[in-house]
């Protein structure tokens, strides 16, 4: 029997009345269980293992596949339902973790990332962009991908008043040595790029741009991100389509 705080990202329905989840823990990574007659009105289980809860499991292991005992919530996040932006974008996060978490490995630091910033979405003190951004470099630095972002990867600039983010190589480039391709950026925003990617987790969104600053920011980092993941994101899809 193994114990674990984890959030379920990811939750399909089986047969007629049982659920598979996909748990985004700090102890285990990713883990798949299934939780029996999860879909029945009266489980007592239904709340804990739905989208979004993070709970304490307690898991076993059956013949053929992890089995969840029992699950104790410990944040629902309900009010990310109150907002059809907000939970998509919670929805793409959770693609996001999915695509890129290990399992079996420890990913203690990406599951705080994505509380945090469900956190972050159901209080509404910070621009949905601004969160987006975060957690798209944030996850992508701790899976392998941080981007080369300490100097011009041509000259060894440190910076410029105007700095070329390259999607596709993952590093930046001085107004001296821009590439055909890389986006212009001024170098605020490259320096939000490097706070979020080299600063301590819990300042990770201790930082402000300008709303037309902030549109940038997430338009590479989005862009980071689908050059590397390199796979459809519907998730990603439909929040575009909902944004206001």
């Given at each position: 029997m193994a114990k674990?705080?984890?959030?379920v990202i990811k939750e399909q329905t089986v047969g007629e009345s049982d659920r598979l989840v996909t748990l985004l823990t700090a102890d285990y990574g990713l883990v798949n269980a299934f939780v029996r007659g999860a879909k029945q009105?009266?489980?007592k289980l239904a709340a804990s293992t739905s989208l979004f809860a993070y709970s304490d499991f307690s898991i076993y292991q059956g013949r053929d596949a992890n089995i969840v005992d029992n699950a104790v919530p410990i944040e629902i996040f309900f009010d990310l339902r109150k907002d059809i932006e907000?939970?998509?974008v919670a929805q793409y996060f959770a693609q996001l973790a999915y695509e890129l978490a290990a399992e079996g490995q420890p990913e203690a630091e990406m599951l705080s990332v994505i509380l945090n910033s469900l956190h972050l979405l159901c209080k509404g003190e910070k621009e949905i962009i601004q969160i987006k951004s975060v957690v798209e470099f944030r996850l992508m630095s701790l899976?392998?991908?941080?981007?080369n972002i300490l100097a011009c990867a041509n000259c060894?600039?440190?910076?410029?008043?105007?700095?070329y983010f390259d999607t596709l190589e993952g590093c930046i480039y001085c107004k001296n040595c821009q590439k055909i391709g890389a986006i212009a950026c001024p170098k605020n925003v490259i320096t939000a790029v490097r706070f979020i990617c080299l600063t301590?987790?819990?300042k990770i969104y201790s930082f402000s741009l300008s709303?037309?600053?902030l549109e940038l920011l997430s338009k590479i980092s989005e862009q980071y991100v689908l050059s590397h993941i390199q796979k459809r994101l519907p998730t990603l899809e439909?929040?575009?389509?909902?944004?206001?």
């Open positions: 674990t705080k984890g959030l009105l009266k489980n907000r939970l998509a899976s392998g991908y941080m981007p060894g600039t440190y910076e410029t008043d105007v700095m301590e987790p819990k709303k037309e600053n439909f929040y575009k389509s909902v944004k206001l």
